[in-house]
Nanobody
């Protein structure tokens, strides 16, 4: 049984930082693309960033490029989302997901975590 468990969300002031973690179990972590998505109230889920199974390829949404960084620890089967210079518009539920192959399309991600709330106050 595949499980993705996010943690690290919370309330932070604008300009602050948070690091989200996503611990994976039940899958061969090193063969999956791991992605981060977010959904704000009243909005559709959107892509934030992704990292290939090798860790050599990353891709970020323009809205977070230069502020967010994805990394992974294969030994711990954990992927991280370091978020710096946070803005109120980053407020959303953040989800990690796993896809069998490189993709940034949410519909192609097979496994999803339960999400963690990030709230950025102005």
């Amino acid at each position: 049984q595949v499980q993705l468990v996010e943690s690290g969300g919370g309330l932070v002031q604008a300009g602050g930082s948070l690091r989200l973690s996503c611990a994976a179990s039940g899958l061969t972590f090193s063969t999956y693309t791991m992605g981060w998505f977010r959904q704000a109230p009243g909005k559709e889920r959107e892509f934030v960033g992704a990292i290939s199974w090798s860790g050599r390829i990353t891709n970020y949404a323009d809205s977070v490029k230069g502020r967010f960084t994805i990394s992974e620890d294969n030994a711990k089967k954990t992927v991280y989302l370091q978020m710096n210079s946070l803005k109120p518009e980053d407020t959303a539920i953040y989800y990690c997901a796993a896809a069998d192959g490189w993709t940034i399309l949410s519909r192609e991600y097979k496994y999803w975590g339960q999400g963690t709330q990030v709230t950025v106050s102005s």
